[in-house]
């Protein structure tokens, strides 16, 4: 559990944007574990296994948030966000317009890559994330190291439409 729940939390929180919902996530991927650890084999991929658990745990909590919106059960991704922010802004004043854009940046990214398809969002978060090569991933969530190139070059290119307008206001300013 302690080499493991660092980068499982990690993985979740950037996933479902929540502490609180990560951490159950991450909780309930060691209680599945410790359920089934007589009907793994001795060859289990116990990595692959761990992140494919959490990964499915996280796309069902997100569907559930998604079909019951105003019910997150504590704080939202925005004020997550907000509380960033507000303790990254340094004191002076040329720092702080450069801060305000870097959060204001970060803030476009994390909300596109949180509108990207299920298998797209996975495959974006090990690989650049958890920097996890094409064949870990491709244990992960069920397909080949082509299938994961796939993947992570059509969720880039989302990411590339979904944040131009915002990077040429950036670029007018």
Sequence with gaps: MSRWQRPLFAFAWRYLRNRADAEDA????FVRLHERRGRLRADTNLPAWLFTTLANLCHNQHRWRRRHPGTNGGASAASFEN???????????SGASSALENNE???????????LPHDQRAVLLLH???QLGYREIGAIVGCAERGVETR???ARQKLREELAPFLR???AR
């Design 26 to 29: 991450v909780i309930e991927t």
């Design 83 to 93: 509380q960033a922010a507000a303790e990254n802004i340094p004191g002076d004043s």
């Design 105 to 115: 940046a970060a803030a476009a990214v994390r909300a596109a890559i949180d509108r």
């Design 128 to 130: 650049h994330y958890e």
């Design 152 to 154: 992570l070059y059509r």
């Design 169 to 171: 206001e950036v670029a």
